[in-house]
Every structure is written in C-alpha cells, then in structure tokens.
C-alpha cells in the first residue's frame, strides 16, 4: 500500500466559509467548506500577536477545539521558536520534553522543550497516528510550526479520529475493545532508536524505575540491549468531551505498516517479537492481518493535507486528531511541542465510561 496517498488531497486554495460572526482582529473559517477540521484563525489586519491574542481568548479556543479538533492559526506575527514555545504556553498548561520516545527528533533550544517534527528521510511518508497513543503517558495537546515550508509536498496531513472508529466494523472494534493491545518494543537491535535516547539516560536502573511506575514488562537482554512489553487500550473515552475516540498505535507500530522495502528487510532477519517494535492483541496472539489492512486504508482514507506557509502554528487536540507527513523535496523546518500530559489508563474507554 502507498502511505504518501494523502498527498493527492493537498490543496493550493481553497473556499473559505465562516463559521462564526468575525471579530475586528480575528477572522474564523474552515478551511474545507466540507470538512470540520481545521478551523482556521487568522487576523484581519497585520501585526497580531498570536501569544497575546490567545492568552485573551483561551476559553473559546479550548470549546473550538474540542469542536473541530484541530486549529491552525495563519497570518500571526512570527517570533521563531521563542515565540512558538510562548505560544505552546498561551494555548495550554506549557510544553512538556519528549519522553519514551518512538522516533528521531533534535530538541532545537537546550532550554525549551521544543523539537523538530520526526526526522525521516524526506522521501518517507509518515503513516497518519495520534502522537504517543502507544505510551502510558500521552499528550492532550500537540503543535506544529512552520518555520518554512518545503518547495515540493511536506504536508501534514490531518485527520478525525472520531470518523475512524465510526468506519471500523463493530467487530474488530470490539475484539479490540475486549483484548487491547500489546506493544512489543526492541531497543538497540541496529534499527530504531536505542533505549538511551527513548528514556533519555544511561543508567538502567532509571529505566526500570520508569517502566515500574508504567506498567512496562522490561526484559534485558545480551549486549545491553532491551526489550519491553507493554498493555494499553485501543480506544480511549476523551476527558472534556466523553466521546469514545480510536487511539493507539496498533497500526502504525504493526511491522507491516513499515515501508515495502524496510519490512521485508527486517522481516527477513527478526521475529515477531524480535522487530525494532510490532504489535500485537493484549493477550500476545497476532492481529489479523486483513484487520490492519482495513485499519490501514480506513486510517488513511480520513486524512486531508494542505500546505504550510511559513509562520503557520497548528493545534492539535492529539486524541481526536490524527496527523501523518508526506515526502518532499527541499529544505523543510516544522518543529513541535506536546503539552497537557494525560495517563492513558485513566480514559480507557469502557462501556460505562462513554457520556451518552
């Protein structure tokens, strides 16, 4: 399967349709007159400053985004990563560093927990995911800022996650609901990111700690290398709204989701259990393989791109939005933060949990 199919959906222009009375500062349109996500502000008149502006308007940018589910703020005075990380500050509880980390990054200010967004060849697709759905801590808020944007492609292509699991069949919904879902991570096996870097520190007794306090099967093994298990569910119940949202990484961490040429590669070499990371059902036995196929296409079908101009900051809500990257030619910077972390056992959904 192509996983850069999102790229035929990006758009030079678009309509614009509002979507609430504009203010004299600050105009508000969706950016897809059919689609509800993003709900774009932008100003009116030039030299708005986008940390003052949401600091002031915070309470009506948190019911919007709950709403739409994503926001992308253009046309705001541009400050680079210092303004980027007020930012972060003005529209959340303040960005969080990058811990039990999954993928490359380089944290662009020793003193702000901002970092560049996932650094892959830029050739690479991204699959759409929720940024950390696999961790037992997750983000409730994710940013992009584009810095400045490639010459060809390097969309972030967006997409409801509340529409994928209205497209799952009740079914597979609920042999997930029922056996959740385990991730099986190696660390060090000469692909992936070695433990160091995921749990930021050389000692392994910090490590352990860590994995105590998450519920993490640790397993050392020859060579300083490691392997970890975890359990977590595969839909979540969102804490402000109570809606049943599919969250997890149970597609984008399953092996065959990698790249044709990269799996075949290390499906040659590794077993299921020995790959970089895979996953499974939480009881250990393999997920279907016609269950990811149609998990994979339902993801992918929800996903819309656009391309970034510079200056642009994009506000996740991070469970009910799903973001992927295309491939691009070019020089590209778009950095990221996390904020408002949230404990995943905490809003694992249940049939009682979910507001009617």
């Known amino acids: 399967m192509e996983k850069n199919a999102t790229a035929g959906k990006s758009i030079a222009s678009v309509r614009r349709r509002a979507v609430s009375p504009a203010t004299d500062l600050v105009r508000q349109y969706l950016l897809f007159p059919d689609k509800n996500m993003p709900l774009v502000c932008q100003p009116a008149v030039a030299g708005v400053d986008l940390v003052t502006w949401a600091k002031t308007h915070r309470s009506e940018l948190e019911l919007l985004l709950q709403k739409h589910g994503v926001i992308l703020f253009r046309g705001f005075a541009s400050a680079g990563v210092t303004g980027f990380h007020d930012a972060i500050g003005a529209l959340s509880s303040g960005a969080l560093e990058y811990k039990f980390r999954a993928s490359p990054r380089t944290q662009v200010d020793a003193e702000r927990p901002v970092y560049t967004s996932t650094d892959y060849p830029a050739e690479e697709s991204i699959f759409p995911h929720n940024e950390h759905s696999y961790s037992p801590v997750v983000p409730l808020k994710l940013f992009f800022y584009c810095d400045y944007p490639s010459e060809v492609g390097g969309e972030t292509p967006i997409g409801d996650a509340r529409q994928?699991?209205?497209?799952?069949?009740?079914?597979?919904?609920?042999?997930?609901?029922?056996?959740?879902?385990?991730?099986?991570?190696?660390?060090?096996?000469?692909?992936?990111?070695?433990?160091?870097?995921?749990?930021?520190?050389?000692?392994?007794?910090?490590?352990?700690?860590?994995?105590a306090t998450q519920s993490i099967q640790v397993e050392w093994k020859s060579g300083n290398r490691l392997r970890t298990r975890q359990i977590g569910p595969a839909i979540v119940c969102h804490p402000q709204t109570g809606e049943a949202v599919w969250f997890n990484h149970g597609t984008f961490f399953h092996a065959t989701t990698l790249p044709a040429r990269v799996r075949d590669a290390l499906m040659a070499e590794f077993s299921a259990e020995d790959l970089p990371q895979n996953t499974f059902y939480g009881d250990g036995t393999p997920i279907e393989p016609e269950f990811v196929d149609l998990l994979r296409q339902i993801y992918l079908d929800a996903m819309v791109g656009f391309p970034w101009q510079s200056g642009d900051v994009l506000m996740l809500d991070n469970i009910l939005a799903l973001h992927s990257r295309n491939p691009y030619r070019g020089a590209r910077r778009i950095l990221t933060g996390m904020a408002e972390p949230q404990r995943a056992a905490d809003i694992a959904f249940t049939t009682n949990s979910a507001q009617e």
């Not at 096996?189 to 352990?208: I, K, S, Y």
């Open 164 to 211: 994928v699991l209205a497209r799952i069949p009740e079914k597979i919904r609920e042999r997930f609901q029922k056996k959740n879902i385990m991730y099986v991570r190696n660390y060090g096996d000469g692909f992936g990111l070695p433990w160091h870097t995921v749990f930021q520190t050389e000692d392994r007794a910090e490590v352990e700690a860590y994995c």
